[in-house]
């Protein structure tokens, strides 16, 4: 059973902080992974995508990814109010050359920014 | 912005009844996908569909269900028999494809309530 874990949360932190997240994943031979950020009652909106070991930076986002370890992480910089919600990892398996992908969701980080 | 559409934005169906979900995925991308959530829980994958032909589906995606694009823009769900744990939001989702191109943008979703 391929999975991807994250921690629950929430995690808090105060405005203009950093807020780490992390996450893991089973499937060694994965190759594409996201973060979606989902506020409540909305649909996951894409943040990052990140194929190669290493970081990957976007404004205030930063993802980093270590296949060795199965680790995908994101690292928002200048917390604010507005970043607050659940944060999505997710990772593909198979691939455009098998003719299709399925991605697999971790159940999310809650992150609150404090005013 | 190109984006997915979907409709309707809530169904509500009696348990055994055929509901079909339908999307608009963005024009130019060739690979598309239905997830879905239940109320506080992750995001699922159901099915991911290129070339006119299902290329993955989950354990989810047992013989209730269906998929079809029946002309050059819709993308639709079908779900035959409604059960009372079908009641979930469903997410179209739809991607370029190619190896660099593998993230979804996901439409905002049909929130299925079957009573």
């Known amino acids: 059973q391929k999975e991807v874990e994250q921690n629950s949360g929430p995690l808090s932190v105060p405005e203009g902080a950093i807020a780490s997240l992390n996450c893991t994943y089973s499937?060694?031979?994965?190759?594409?992974f996201f973060w979606y950020r989902q506020y409540s009652g909305k649909s996951p909106e894409l943040i990052m995508f990140?194929?190669?070991?290493g970081d990957k930076e976007d404004g205030r986002f930063t993802a980093q990814l270590n296949k060795a370890s199965q680790y995908v992480s994101l690292l928002i910089r200048d917390s604010q109010p507005s970043d607050s919600a659940t944060y999505l990892c997710?990772?593909?398996?198979?691939?455009?050359?098998?003719?299709?992908?399925?991605?697999?969701f971790g159940a999310g980080t809650r992150l609150f920014v404090k005013a | 912005e190109p984006e997915v559409t979907q409709t309707p934005s809530h169904q509500v169906t009696q348990m055994g009844q055929e509901v079909i979900l339908r999307c608009v995925p963005i024009s130019n991308h060739l690979y598309f996908y239905w997830y879905r959530q239940i109320l506080g829980q992750k995001v699922e994958f159901l099915v991911s569909f290129y070339n006119n032909e299902i290329s993955e589906k989950s354990e989810i995606f047992d013989d209730q269900f269906s998929v079809e694009r029946p002309d050059g823009s819709n993308f639709t769900l079908k779900i035959r028999s409604t059960k009372l744990e079908d009641s979930a939001m469903y997410f179209c989702?739809?991607?370029?494809?190619?190896?660099?191109?593998?993230?979804?943008?996901f439409g905002q979703g049909t929130r299925l309530t079957v009573v």
């Open positions: 499937d060694r031979g994965s190759q594409s």
């Open positions: 997710a990772v593909n398996t198979g691939g455009w050359y098998a003719g299709g992908f399925k991605t697999i």
């Open positions: 989702a739809s991607s370029a494809g190619g190896f660099m191109n593998t993230e979804a943008f």
């Open positions: 990140i194929y190669s070991n």
